[in-house]
């Protein structure tokens, strides 16, 4: 598809456990970002990608939250030891960063519930 | 689907009316300021952009306007159509940085 893509749409677990969230920006989009929407909130920044390399890390709440971009392409979120406060939705975004537009284009997110 | 917006100020139209939804920003540094549409359960949808040496910016059907002495930021939206029924989230930056949300408005139209 054209579109940012993520995987699952939907994630349920159990607190203390391991979760992987996938995201596929759109093809040749360089910049790479990645939200928290809670309920009846606007979304919250965690980190952003330029390349493989995490440019801005300012935004995971605590060590608990990682993120990896390998290959410049596809990005994984991941939390351990997952909390009841965890749950949200996790947005991703990407971007071109071509010049005069950095329009971040967001993918449908994944819905975590921590039971 | 998700129920969003359940302390979000709501702003009700009739279809076919103009709907002006309205936005404090906090950071004067901001130079790029965005709208985004976001319907039940999916993800925000870029609506339209503004850099900070503009004061106003139009598409289609829609308009942004930027008034950087008082940090507001507004969008029109002309002859609003039921399909334009979202939460509507204004966002700052620095540009090519993270977004910073505002807090949503809900825009119900009546038909």
């Known amino acids: 598809g054209a579109g940012v893509s993520q995987t699952p749409s939907n994630k349920v677990t159990e607190k203390g456990k391991y979760v992987e969230l996938r995201c596929d920006p759109i093809?040749?989009?360089?910049?790479l970002y990645w939200y928290r929407q809670s309920l009846g909130q606007g979304p919250e920044f965690l980190i952003y990608?330029?390349?493989?390399?995490?440019?801005?890390d300012s935004g995971l709440p605590n060590d608990r939250f990682f993120a990896v971009r390998p290959e410049g392409s596809v990005s994984t979120l991941k939390i351990q030891r997952t909390e009841r406060g965890d749950s949200a939705v996790y947005l991703c975004?990407?971007?071109?960063?071509?010049?005069?537009?950095?329009?971040?284009?967001f993918g449908p997110g994944t819905r975590l519930t921590v039971l | 689907g998700e129920s969003v917006g359940l302390h979000l100020p709501t702003l009700s139209v009739q279809e076919g009316d103009n709907s002006i939804i309205n936005c404090a920003y906090s950071n004067s540094a901001s130079d790029y300021f965005i709208w985004y549409k976001q319907e039940s359960g999916k993800g925000p949808q870029f609506i339209i952009d503004?850099?900070?040496?503009?004061d106003k910016r139009q598409g289609q059907r829609v308009t942004v306007l930027l008034n950087k002495t008082v940090k507001h930021l507004s969008l029109q939206i002309a002859a609003t159509q039921p399909g334009d029924s979202a939460v509507y989230f204004c966002a700052e930056a620095k540009y090519g940085n993270k977004l910073v949300f505002g807090a949503g408005t809900i825009l119900r139209v009546k038909s």
């Open positions: 975004a990407s971007s071109s960063r071509t010049a005069g537009t950095d329009t971040q284009y």
């Open positions: 990608f330029q390349g493989t390399g995490a440019a801005d």
């Open positions: 093809s040749g989009h360089t910049a």
């Open positions: 503004i850099r900070s040496n503009m």
